[in-house]
């Protein structure tokens, strides 16, 4: 199986701010990487996909960029409405599996 | 509108038999994978496999081949998970959801609203 590592773990951060998840793979992905956020409660929602390419209707404010085996989520500026966990999965190779998950948190 | 709606919580003891049900609509659903994704409290998303309706084509993660089965009847667009022998470790949120792309793999969206299956004694 590819181990997905995602880091951090958790972050906390003030509105506004520019905020950063990694994503590695412990083998190249080419660019099968996804990512998502998850709100309690809710069912998650994709936000990247191909890596890099945005899923409709989400703001421009995310982004995701990498290939191979590194890979990097970003939020432009930190809103409330982000608060969340945010996962990478890869879908290159089965099992399709998650990174361990990145908790954003308002500071 | 692309739709999944999943069935309601479940509450079950450990040793009985379950399946949840997926039920897709607003979109061809032969033509599109389904997975399954488990969150057990407090963790994070495991991908336990997924099914092409279109032929039954199954794949599981290693994580749960033999635990769980995933099923598809295509005739009412409805995907299932099931298990034989409940524990109590099974006890999660399970979520079904289908690729942006028709086909082949690639980012799920949407998703269904999730089952609880609590399973206690």
């Known amino acids: 199986d590819i181990q997905m590592t995602q880091s951090p773990s958790s972050l906390s951060a003030s509105v506004g701010d520019r905020v950063t998840i990694t994503c590695q793979a412990s083998?190249?992905?080419?660019?099968?990487l996804n990512w998502y956020q998850h709100k309690p409660g809710k069912a998650p929602k994709l936000l990247i996909y191909d890596a890099s390419n945005l899923a409709t209707g989400v703001p421009s404010r995310f982004s995701g960029s990498g290939s191979g085996t590194d890979f990097t989520f970003t939020i432009r500026s930190l809103q409330p409405e982000d608060i969340a966990t945010y996962y990478c999965?890869?879908?290159?190779?089965?099992?399709?599996?998650f990174g361990g998950g990145t908790k954003v948190e308002i500071k | 509108e692309v739709q999944l709606v999943q069935s309601g919580a479940e509450v079950k003891k450990p040793g009985e038999s379950l399946k949840i049900s997926c039920k897709g609509s607003g979109y061809s659903f032969i033509s599109y994978w389904i997975g399954w994704v488990r969150q057990m409290p407090g963790k994070g998303l495991e991908w336990m496999g997924i099914i092409y309706p279109g032929d039954s084509d199954t794949r599981y993660s290693p994580s749960f081949q033999g635990q769980v089965t995933i099923s598809a009847d295509k005739s009412i667009s409805t995907a299932y998970l099931q298990w034989s022998s409940l524990k109590a470790s099974d006890t999660a949120m399970y979520y079904c959801?289908?690729?942006?792309?028709?086909?082949?793999?690639?980012?799920?969206?949407?998703w269904g609203q999730g089952t609880l299956v609590i399973v206690s004694s």
């Open positions: 959801a289908r690729p942006v792309a028709t086909g082949r793999f690639a980012g799920f969206d949407p």
């Open positions: 999965q890869q879908f290159d190779h089965l099992p399709h599996d």
């Open positions: 083998q190249d992905i080419s660019k099968y």
